[in-house]
């Protein structure tokens, strides 16, 4: 069964840095792989996504991730961080083995300082 | 085009009560699926349905049930609440077809059961 990591359960930044939060996933074959961003008592907004082809993908708002097949990672990132920026960031993945079922991680709060 | 709606947004359950939730998807998107998120277990896949067929279930108990109608528009169920079920009941809505898609989530429903 697939299954995602995000090792970082909070982070904190100041506004104008840069950002890249982690993501590991475990799964045999190619997967398909989503960061989601959730801002308190809101659904889940799509950031980007990455289902084949060229391994940095872009997304909105100004993030960008990077497929690593070699590590397993797809991670997030992010060149200056905005106060607008803060919330709780979920990567997922799907398989074709579950159909359109997403597995996520459990979640990076980010928190921006002024 | 309109999102993904879900009704009611908060709503307040006692033990051992039954409770409905109702999902409508963007506009022509023909599959819908569900997931709690609750502060322990995080995100986690409930069931999808697609042509008021269930495609996919995840690993919760039967007093989770879900249906759909022919206007894509389902609804989830959970009979005999228990303060577990208290969460964030999420929908989200792709297109059905063949592959991998991209899930759109509506704002969820706040659900807390005492």
């Known amino acids: 069964a697939q299954s995602v990591t995000q090792p970082d359960i909070h982070i904190t930044v100041s506004e104008g840095a840069s950002l890249e939060l982690r993501c590991n996933y475990s799964?045999?074959?190619?997967?398909?792989l989503f960061w989601y961003v959730q801002s308190p008592g809101q659904g889940l907004q799509l950031l980007l996504k990455y289902f084949s082809g060229d391994t940095l993908v872009q997304g909105i708002k100004g993030f960008e991730a990077e497929f690593k097949r070699s590590q397993s990672s797809f991670n997030l990132r992010k060149p200056s961080v905005h106060w607008s920026d803060a919330a709780e960031y979920f990567c997922a993945v799907a398989t074709n083995n579950a159909g359109n079922m997403l597995t996520f991680g459990g979640g990076t709060r980010l928190m921006v300082k002024p | 085009k309109a999102g993904v709606t879900q009704t009611p947004r908060y709503l307040i359950k006692t033990r051992g009560q039954q409770v409905t939730l109702s999902c409508s998807p963007i506009?022509?998107?023909?599959?819908v699926s569900w997931y709690q998120q609750t502060p322990g277990q995080g995100l986690q896949f409930l069931f999808e349905y697609f042509s008021e067929t269930q495609r996919n279930k995840g690993n919760f108990p039967g007093r989770f049930s879900g249906r759909q109608f022919s206007n894509s528009r389902s609804e989830m169920n959970v009979s005999t609440l228990e303060l577990g079920d208290s969460a964030l009941y999420l929908c989200?809505?792709?297109?059905?077809?063949?592959?991998?898609?991209?899930?759109?989530f509506g704002p969820g429903t706040r659900l807390l059961v005492l």
């Open positions: 506009s022509g998107h023909r599959s």
């Open positions: 989200a809505s792709r297109l059905g077809g063949q592959g991998q898609e991209t899930q759109y």
């Open positions: 799964y045999g074959a190619t997967p398909y």
